[in-house]
């Protein structure tokens, strides 16, 4: 069983807020669920919608096909009708007399007028499509009335519950589903589980400017600022925002900021500050396409390359694509302790896509987590060398005001081992090589990409990032098909892993690299660093998400 709900309309109709409760109602009863945005940048009017697919299996990305579109606008039954499944339904909350005419036999009219004349409450006009999406699949309306009872306040309850068995009456039962076996599961997306493991890792200071797809990291961070010890600031801008989050760090706290698009631009000067002085910082980086403002509300992996290039000058950093929500808060808490332990700048990598879609998951494993502090604890005897020339390029660190009666130097300029200004050549030399030895270090810690599919597949996908989910059950059904396909979806990008790479390569017919961008920045990177070219590129860089049918689809036609 795997079905999806569409429900569309214009910008402050609330999409965001129906959508969370019909997903939250599914997840009660037990359901695997997967919510998906689409949404302008603009506060009133344009087109938006919301997709909830809920399934008896595990899911990992949002779906085409569609069974019922809840339509709080006549627009949306004529931009998605030609989705909706055979058996699928409509429901019309306005101009239902002028649904066309080949999708009028399926489809239920709830006239918004009369819900607002039996209700008194013209806001819950799309609880009554709600009660009649749960009437066509058949589900007990309690768990969408618990749902609303939890949501709103106890004076907005009677009016919601009229409308939702208003709904409920006008319906038919056309879908017959079974509910899974309960299991534990968390409703979560990507920004939030970045927060949660920021928060898990020891994160005690956040710096930002607001930037969509970011903010919510920073948003969640400071709802829970009264409980976790914590404090979230809202700079004047992203350049504050950086220096302010080095500050702290510099005095040892573990320190974080985040950004998007021309935001990030704005740090690039700090982020070579962080490699000079060797202060240790997690930047999350929430893409959306460009360049300039681009379309804000949209995703795309086309920052990449900048980000592996960001700051100006030489020095060694790593980035991290984020695939899931679960692979966001695992490798949140990694990108602190792999921060502190390099003394540099560590990229959380992300989109538009996976900061916003919310999806059943497991717990998070806090029990699993190990929290390395890197901090020196011992006292030198004498003169401390902050930036001290050692093989493996990693020197001493305290905190400043650790050290009684003794003086720590920083400084943005090249300095010598006490952090002393230098234009010596030869100490510019050896200041170099001491922070390039850090990355031979950092290549025994990186982590291989994710392999899916068949032993030895003809032909090996490449791809990064948010389209784990898409491609993943894309690829395991081509699998169930005897199509001999496998995937490479890296996590850890730069440095770029490559055991797995020359595994898989050599037995394959074709490399195809899929990614959401114009120039396969991926497949630029991996040719650079192993000489290794892609025979094919799928790119999409329309500002949507591939889906899973879409994956699936241009498979079977561009390559299979």
């Not at 399934?55 to 998605?80: F, G, K, Q, W, Y």
């Not at 589980?193 to 961070?221: D, E, N, Q």
């Not at 360049?291 to 000058?313: C, K």
Request: aromatic share 8%.
């Amino acid at each position: 069983m795997d079905l999806t709900v569409l429900i569309g309309g214009a910008a402050g109709q609330g999409m965001d807020t129906l959508g969370l409760l019909l997903a939250k109602s599914l997840k009660s009863l037990g359901f695997y669920v997967f919510l998906h945005k689409d949404y302008m940048s603009r506060i009133r009017g344009g087109h938006n919608f919301v997709k909830v697919r809920f399934s008896d299996r595990p899911i990992l990305a949002h779906a085409d096909e569609l069974a019922v579109i809840s339509a709080l606008n006549l627009e949306t039954i004529e931009l998605h009708g030609g989705k909706l499944r055979k058996d699928g339904q409509v429901i019309a909350l306005e101009n239902g007399d002028k649904v066309p005419a080949d999708l009028r036999h399926r489809a239920v009219h709830l006239p918004s007028k009369d819900i607002i004349q039996q209700t008194g409450n013209r806001k819950v006009v799309g609880s009554a499509a709600l009660g009649c999406v749960f009437k066509l699949f058949g589900l007990p309306l309690e768990a969408l009335l618990a749902t609303i009872g939890k949501t709103f306040e106890p004076s907005a309850h009677a009016a919601n519950n009229i409308a939702i068995e208003l709904g409920y009456s006008r319906a038919e039962t056309l879908f017959s589903i079974e509910r899974p076996a309960p299991w534990d599961s968390i409703f979560i997306n990507g920004n939030e589980a970045v927060a949660v493991g920021a928060l898990a890792a020891g994160c005690k200071f956040y710096a930002g400017y607001p930037m969509t797809p970011a903010t919510s990291i920073m948003t969640y961070l400071a709802k829970k600022s009264n409980e976790a010890p914590i404090l979230v600031e809202q700079a004047e801008d992203e350049i504050a925002a950086i220096n302010m989050a080095l500050g702290a760090s510099y005095a040892g706290v573990r320190a974080m900021t985040g950004s998007s698009g021309g935001g990030f631009a704005l740090m690039a000067e700090g982020v070579s500050l962080a490699g000079i002085t060797e202060t240790p910082i997690v930047i999350a980086v929430a893409q959306r396409p460009g360049p300039a403002t681009g379309l804000p509300t949209r995703t795309e992996q086309s920052d990449l390359s900048f980000v592996v290039h960001a700051g100006h000058g030489e020095f060694p950093r790593l980035v991290i694509a984020l695939r899931h929500p679960e692979d966001a808060f695992c490798q949140t808490v990694r990108a602190f302790n792999l921060a502190e332990k390099y003394q540099m700048p560590v990229f959380l990598l992300t989109d538009q896509y996976l900061a916003d879609y919310t999806q059943t998951v497991k717990p998070f494993d806090f029990a699993e987590l190990r929290i390395e502090r890197s901090l020196t604890t011992e006292v030198p005897a004498d003169e401390y060398l902050r930036y001290e020339l050692t093989e493996s390029g990693l020197s001493p660190r305290i905190v400043p005001g650790k050290l009684p009666g003794k003086l720590v130097y920083v400084d943005s300029d090249e300095h010598d081992e006490t952090g002393r200004i230098t234009e010596s050549a030869a100490v510019r030399n050896a200041m170099v090589e001491k922070r390039q030895r850090k990355v031979a270090a950092l290549h025994s810690e990186l982590l291989e990409p994710e392999f899916i599919g068949c032993d030895e597949p003809s032909i090996l996908l490449l791809c990064w990032g948010s389209t784990y989910g898409p491609v993943k059950e894309a690829v395991l059904a081509l699998n169930t098909q005897n199509q001999s396909i496998g995937a490479l979806v890296f996590g850890d990008i730069y440095p770029l892993p490559t055991k797995l790479l020359h595994l898989y390569a050599p037995h394959a017919r074709k490399i195809v690299n899929l990614e959401q961008n114009a120039t396969g920045q991926l497949a630029l990177l991996i040719r650079q660093q192993t000489g290794l070219a892609c025979d094919h590129s799928l790119l999409k860089y329309d500002g949507r998400q591939w889906s899973k049918d879409e994956v699936l689809a241009t498979l079977i036609k561009e390559v299979l």
